[in-house]
């Protein structure tokens, strides 16, 4: 781990200027060109995935000319050679989205995407299922692509069974299963309508706990589990997705913290809906349904289930013939804490499972077999909740962590059977994410460094490149950002000590400087837990075009954020708004001491907790920042969702006080620097309830403000001209502040 001392940071932050030669031959970065096509990233693959016999790798690749368009392409690893399966626009209907296919999109973080956005590998490796806008289709690697059978509309979760043997999918909230040899579609649920639905995960699921899916198939295809779910108990918001062509309002379902959660039951049975038994999951019914998956053999199956509080997790083991189930082993919160899901439970052919653990402070991987743990990581340093591969054959697991520097991720292994060392498989310098195929024998591994956009390489089980799938390497005459790479300017990394000693990460980058000049800062933070903002990934060219206006780039990581430990992000139990504050204000002191920053010119830019995070910073240190943009804050915690909210300030209704201390409204009248409010206008994650709250409290207070509302945008403003107009926005309004000209 590379840690910097202030003299140190400040050497590196004094680095040579950009000579003028170099700077001639820079092209200038516009706003039009940063968001045009294609994008200055290069190629952006998505939802990589090997064939169950790992002789090819497919991915989703987006086109130069379109950049939100995805189509189906394949390489074979034998020869290096690259297909286009399933072209979306010579496919595609153009029918639009149903409305629950937006939400799941947006639950996902896929919404504004075209074309294609899964698809599913066959058991044989012969064919693939391509769900394209209401359409299922059967894509073969000779090029053939057959129309699947089905009745029209929206399909949600659709897959092929893990035997091949199927197709299933969700509609009209049931689900619905297609015998491929036969093609005939069967809906194998009955009652789901209205407030009940089949085979779908709810919202806080789908939001908040890393779960897309309500069904889940056993490996030889003899049956499925099945999720229902009835919404009936949850709270109608009335939600106004306000367009530029008018206001369409839904009665959405939207568990507020402290209000009842959807009721969740788990029923196994056949592929055609016969011999149905419900899985008993406790007298208790106020539980989460956290993860559900299938032992080897077919004949356990393995339920997480979470109580209200997240403090106690149980792994129960069910007998899918008759639904009894026992808990097999539980996770249980320490004071003051709460219980990190996963999605680390592996179960191997000899019946034991890796499993995910913060039990010793760290997230480590462990083994369960026969009733005792064997701890296969451990050390000052997290493995990310989740296990890309494993080969039974060698015994190996395979996982991501930062085991060599806090600022990195790589790939890793070690022995499950007898683990002692763990092996790096990844090159150090970078931040790398991994899958792997079904034998653990070959990674697809993708990287990114603060110089190089993502590239992704396939990779043996030793680590080693055994080829390019996407180089996209920016130093190549053709690569998008390369006209740029003149100007570009390098990141710098450091740590300073937070209020109560905790070293804290940050991240800078800096204009090519003139001696004795002052610049001001764009001061850009997250603050919110499960993030880690300042690492060695690929920032975007968005940073490089604020420094290209004269700003420095800055921001740090505070305690309550993730891969620092339990104790690190455990900070913030009871205490949002806190902790987080006082760190992020003690990066803008540090910045107030270096000689090259303008300490009246620092101006500080969030989203979503971000954006609640900007309005805790003016109201509590006052004069400290120029001015703040707030995008889709949060202001009161009460009106955001049971899973999240709860995890970490408890019930409202047991612990009022602590969502007093919390909330933005109450202090509303604190603020006196210059604020941008700006939230989309269909927003149903943070929704628009937050800021209008906020900026009805702001003039009874008589505080003035800005604001800017974008008509039909949800959570994620942005798409063609949208993303344009908001950063025009945002950097309007902070030029005028720190009387930055504007380029």
Request: aromatic share 10%.
């Amino acid at each position: 781990m590379r840690r910097w001392l202030l003299g140190l940071a400040l050497a590196a932050l004094g680095a040579p200027l950009m000579t003028g030669e170099a700077a001639a031959q820079a092209r200038d970065l516009t706003l039009e060109r940063l968001f045009a096509s294609p994008d200055l990233a290069g190629a952006t693959p998505r939802k990589l995935a090997l064939s169950p016999d790992g002789k090819f790798v497919t991915l989703l690749r987006n086109r130069a000319d379109e950049k939100e368009r995805f189509d189906l392409w394949a390489m074979d690893t034998r020869t290096g050679q690259w297909r286009m399966l399933v072209d979306s626009k010579k496919l595609g209907s153009g029918a639009a989205l149903s409305e629950a296919e937006k939400m799941q999109r947006e639950r996902a973080r896929i919404g504004g995407t075209k074309g294609i956005v899964s698809y599913g590998w066959s058991a044989d490796s012969q064919s693939i299922l391509v769900p394209l806008e209401g359409e299922l289709y059967l894509a073969r690697l000779d090029g053939q692509v057959r129309k699947l059978a089905a009745a029209a509309g929206p399909k949600l979760n659709a897959v092929i069974s893990p035997a091949g043997r199927f197709a299933s999918y969700v509609q009209d909230q049931n689900l619905v299963v297609m015998d491929l040899a036969r093609g005939a579609p069967k809906r194998v649920t009955e009652d789901g309508a209205n407030t009940v639905h089949w085979g779908e995960a709810e919202f806080v699921a789908q939001e908040e706990m890393d779960r897309s899916t309500g069904y889940w198939w056993a490996r030889d295809d003899s049956r499925v589990a099945v999720e229902r779910f009835d919404e009936a108990p949850v709270g109608v918001v009335t939600r106004a997705a306000i367009g530029a062509e008018g206001t369409s309002i839904y009665q959405q379902r939207y568990p507020k913290a402290g209000t009842p959660n959807a009721l969740v039951e788990l029923y196994v049975m056949a592929p055609d809906g016969g011999a149905r038994v419900k899985v008993d999951l406790g007298i208790e019914t106020d539980i989460y349904l956290a993860r559900v998956d299938w032992s080897r053999d077919g004949k356990t199956l393995y339920v997480q289930r979470q109580n209200r509080d997240q403090t106690r997790l149980d792994i129960l083991a069910v007998d899918p013939a008759t639904g009894k189930s026992s808990v097999l082993f539980s996770e249980k919160s320490g004071a003051k804490s709460w219980v990190n899901l996963s999605n680390a439970l592996t179960p191997l052919d000899d019946g034991s499972l890796i499993w995910w653990s913060e039990r010793d402070g760290h997230g480590h991987l462990y083994r369960f077999a026969r009733g005792k743990w064997a701890q296969l990581t451990k050390g000052d340093w997290e493995v990310t909740p989740d296990v890309v591969g494993v080969d039974q054959a060698a015994g190996r697991v395979f996982f991501l962590g930062n085991k060599d520097n806090v600022l990195e991720r790589h790939l890793y292994a070690v022995s499950y059977r007898k683990p002692e060392a763990v092996t790096r498989l990844t090159e150090a310098g970078w931040w790398n994410g991994a899958v792997m195929d079904p034998a653990g024998t070959r990674a697809i591994v993708t990287r990114s460094n603060p110089d190089q956009p993502s590239q992704v390489y396939l990779a043996d089980a030793s680590g080693k490149r055994i080829a390019w799938v996407n180089e996209n390497a920016v130093t190549a005459a053709d690569h998008p950002y390369n006209p740029y790479l003149a100007s570009h300017r390098e990141r710098s990394f450091g740590t300073i000590k937070g209020p109560d000693g905790t070293l804290l990460h940050w991240e800078m980058v800096t204009p090519a400087r003139e001696p004795g000049k002052r610049y001001p800062v764009l001061f850009q933070h997250y603050g919110g837990p499960h993030s880690q903002t300042v690492s060695k990934a690929w920032g975007g060219a968005l940073q490089q075009y604020i420094v290209d206006r004269g700003y420095i780039w800055f921001q740090i990581d505070n305690r309550g954020s993730a891969n620092r430990g339990k104790a690190y992000e455990d900070a913030i139990w009871h205490a949002m708004g806190s902790v987080e504050v006082e760190d992020q204000v003690a990066g803008a002191s540090y910045l107030k001491t270096l000689d090259f920053v303008d300490p009246a010119k620092i101006v500080t830019y969030g989203w979503s907790y971000g954006g609640y995070m900007t309005l805790k910073l003016l109201e509590a240190a006052p004069g400290v920042f120029a001015a703040g943009v707030a995008g889709a804050p949060v202001s009161k915690w009460e009106l955001y969702d049971t899973h999240y909210t709860e995890r970490y300030m408890g019930d409202p209704t047991k612990v009022a006080k602590a969502y007093e201390r919390a909330d933005t409204i109450t202090k509303a009248a604190k603020i006196s620097d210059p604020l941008l409010i700006i939230h989309g206008m269909a927003d149903d994650n943070v929704v628009l309830e937050h800021s209008t709250a906020m900026t009805a409290t702001l003039q009874q207070q008589k505080v003035p403000f800005e604001m800017m509302l974008y008509p039909g945008q949800t959570h994620r403003v942005g798409g063609p001209g949208i993303s344009e107009h908001l950063w025009n926005t945002i950097l309007g309004f902070l030029d005028r502040q720190t009387g930055t000209p504007k380029p």
